[in-house]
């Protein structure tokens, strides 16, 4: 018998904007991909993956949709969402439609041996924004919005990188 799992699909956004979702563990990753997708009403049939995540969500792995490389079979397909997500600290990274770019934070919440016949949200927090939140990167030196002008390894901060040159043809 498999487990029934609750998972939490938390938008990244300012906002708390969250889905809890009981799924049974024997369902795939690929299940978890369209449960995820209509509790946040977002269009069908975009391309998605999930990616493995450290503790502190740094993205790892990646599981996509379909796997592009013919010589492994690894994809949502393949993975169990009780094998991936069956355990305390279990969590993943979803990315939903690639120009959009909806990001999720999905992790485990509870689990127990209550059978479920079909996958159900049972808690909704907070209401999804139109259109998907922008991505923020950061990395060594700031933000990529140019808010630090840090020096970089050579000793030129953002703001001297046009200095010298021209903007006319040659």
Known sequence: ?????????????????????????????EELHLQISKAYE???????????TDDNWVQLEEIPLMSMDPKTNDSMKDYSCEKI?????????????????????????RSSDEIINKPEVVLKYGERPENAPDPEFEGHGGTMSGEDNEEDEYGYDEGDLNNGFSSEPY
């Open 42 to 52: 977002l269009d069908s049939g975009q391309m998605a993956s999930f990616y493995k």
């Open 1 to 29: 018998m498999t487990k029934k799992l609750v998972i939490r699909a938390i938008l990244n956004c300012n906002e708390d904007v969250f889905r809890d979702i009981a799924i049974s563990g024997s369902e795939t990753l």
């Open 85 to 109: 997500l069956g355990e305390s600290g279990a969590r993943l990274i979803f990315v939903y439609d690639f120009l959009a770019m909806w990001t999720f934070m999905i992790e485990f919440i």
